[in-house]
Nanobody, 123 residues
Framework: VQLQASGGGLVQAGGSLRLSCAVS????????MGWFRQAPGKEREFVAG????????RYADSVKGRFTISRDNAKNTVYLQMGSLKPEDTAAYYC?????????????????WGQGTQVTVSS
């Protein structure tokens, strides 16, 4: 299974970005999916997760109401729509997949990881 994250970039505070994570090697519907982020000098943190069907989601408190995770299993792609971005959202964002149908909030819950895509929010 390979995960390819894309969509990062530089945006002003208050702006929006949409990240995508393309899953290949096996149907994305086999996995729960998640997004994590890591800022320089900080630990990796959970951002959002979605179950295999997309009917259940979870968010970190810091992004609730601003970020939305979704998935299109027909396209084997998971999205993270980010709005009302703040400078503290600046980080490398990683998508991850876990075997099974649930949602994980810890890094160790996940079995596969993509490379990061950088999001930089300027003030």
């Amino acid at each position: 299974v390979q995960l390819q994250a894309s969509g990062g970039g530089l945006v002003q505070a208050g702006g929006s970005l949409r990240l995508s994570c393309a899953v290949s090697g096996r149907a994305s519907s086999s996995y729960g999916m998640g997004w994590f982020r890591q800022a320089p000098g900080k630990e990796r943190e959970f951002v959002a997760g979605i179950n295999w069907r997309g009917g259940s989601t979870r968010y970190a408190d810091s992004v609730k109401g601003r970020f939305t995770i979704s998935r299109d299993n027909a396209k084997n792609t998971v999205y993270l729509q980010m709005g009302s971005l703040k400078p503290e959202d600046t980080a490398a964002y990683y998508c991850a997949a876990l075997e099974g149908q649930g949602i994980g909030v810890r890094g160790e819950d996940y079995d596969y990881w993509g490379q990061g895509t950088q999001v930089t929010v300027s003030s």
